[in-house]
C-alpha cells in the first residue's frame, strides 16, 4: 500500500510518515511539497491515499484537491489543517474530501480516519458531526458566505483578516485586477460595501480568528 504525504514543512511530514508508519507497518511513503510535486507522484505510482495540507504553496490545497479528484476520482483525500474545522470541512468534503482533520488532532485521528477510509468509508471528527447536527435546528437559510465559490471564499477570508489586494495576488499568482474583480463579486454577493463590514461578518461567523 502506497500513501503519499504533501505539506510544504519537512518535519511535519516525517511526524505524520511516523503515526502512519506505526499503524500501517507494511506500508510505503512518498512526499510532496508543493501541487506539482503532487500531482508528480500520483504520476508515478498507484497510490492508496493521498494526506493532503491546505495551506499549500502557490496553489491552495483546495486547488489541488479539485485537480487530484478530477485526474483521480477514486482516490480517497484526507485534508489536514491548522483552520478550525467550521471554516474549511465542509467545503473541502464537498470538493470530494474523504476527510477534514485539525493538524492539532491529527496524532490521535489521522491512524483511525485512515483505516475507515481505507476500508471504504469516510471520516468526520465528533465535533465537525456534533456542528451538523446542530446547525439541522438553524434555520434553512443559508449564511451569506456559503454563496460565494472556493476560490471567493479564499479571497474574502484574506480581505477580511487585512491582507492586502496585492499580497492576496501574489499568494494566488493573480493580478491585483482579478482580486479586485473577485472582491467586487464577493461584496455583491454579500450584501456588504466596506472590509470593515466584512471583517465583521467574518469574526462573527468564525471565518478568521
Do not use: W
Not at 36 to 64: C, F, H, W, Y
Not at 108 to 133: D, P
Request: glycine fraction near 6%; aromatic fraction near 4%.
Amino acid at each position: 500500500m502506497h500513501i503519499l504525504i504533501a505539506d510544504d514543512h519537512a518535519v511535519v511530514r516525517r511526524g505524520l510518515r511516523e503515526i502512519l508508519a506505526d499503524a500501517f507497518s507494511s506500508a510505503d511513503f512518498s512526499e510532496a511539497g508543493n501541487g506539482d510535486e503532487v500531482l508528480g507522484q500520483l504520476g508515478k505510482s498507484t497510490t492508496a491515499l493521498l494526506v493532503l495540507d491546505i495551506n499549500m504553496p502557490g496553489r491552495s490545497g483546495m486547488d489541488i484537491l479539485r485537480d487530484v479528484k478530477h485526474a483521480y476520482p477514486r482516490l480517497p483525500v484526507i485534508i489536514l489543517s491548522c483552520h478550525p474545522e467550521e471554516q474549511y470541512a465542509v467545503r473541502c468534503l464537498r470538493a470530494g474530501a474523504a476527510a477534514y482533520i485539525n493538524k492539532e488532532s491529527a496524532p490521535e485521528e489521522l491512524a483511525m480516519a485512515t483505516k475507515k477510509i481505507l476500508s471504504g468509508g469516510r471520516y468526520i471528527s465528533a465535533g465537525l458531526a456534533e456542528k451538523l447536527i446542530a446547525n439541522l435546528d438553524e434555520p434553512a437559510e443559508k449564511p451569506l458566505h456559503e454563496s460565494l465559490s472556493d476560490r471567493e471564499h479564499e479571497v474574502m477570508r484574506m480581505i477580511a483578516a487585512g491582507v492586502p489586494l496585492t499580497e492576496i495576488g501574489e499568494r494566488l499568482h493573480v493580478s491585483v485586477k482579478t482580486i479586485s474583480s473577485y472582491r467586487a463579486r464577493i461584496m455583491e454577493k454579500m450584501q456588504m460595501k466596506s472590509n470593515a463590514e466584512l471583517t465583521r461578518y467574518a469574526m462573527t461567523h468564525s471565518l478568521i480568528e
